[in-house]
């Protein structure tokens, strides 16, 4: 069975960081083009940042600099490093991938993510 499993949310205060992270099964993240969304209550979802299977790089910055995402094939894995967290920043995480064959997605169950003082 394909999954994505997401990890590494929580509560921090604003300026703070966190690093989430999502490891897919069966060689997944390697063959596909991987996605960060999230939605915030109320509000639809938005995408944050995508790395394809295609992309020479590693890594790649969104939301002005403040959020890296980046893949490491071996381990299956994509992260989403964020740092100087704003309040408006607080939503639900979702990882998804897109198989580029079989054109289909797959989500993570999504980690929520809360910037408060």
């Known amino acids: 069975q394909v999954q994505l499993v997401e990890s590494g949310g929580g509560l921090v205060q604003p300026g703070g960081s966190l690093r989430l992270s999502c490891t897919g099964s069966a060689g997944l993240v390697r063959i596909s083009d991987m996605h960060w969304f999230r939605q915030a209550p109320g509000k639809q979802r938005e995408l944050v940042a995508r790395?394809?299977?295609?992309?020479?790089?590693n890594s790649v910055e969104t939301m002005e600099g403040r959020f890296i995402m980046s893949r490491d094939n071996a381990k299956n894995s994509v992260y989403l490093q964020m740092n100087n967290l704003k309040p408006e920043d607080t939503a639900v995480y979702y990882c998804?991938?897109?198989?580029?064959?079989?054109?289909?997605?797959?989500w993570g169950q999504g980690t929520q993510v809360t910037v408060s003082s």
């Open positions: 998804n991938a897109f198989h580029p064959i079989f054109r289909l997605d797959y």
């Open positions: 790395l394809t299977a295609r992309d020479s790089a």
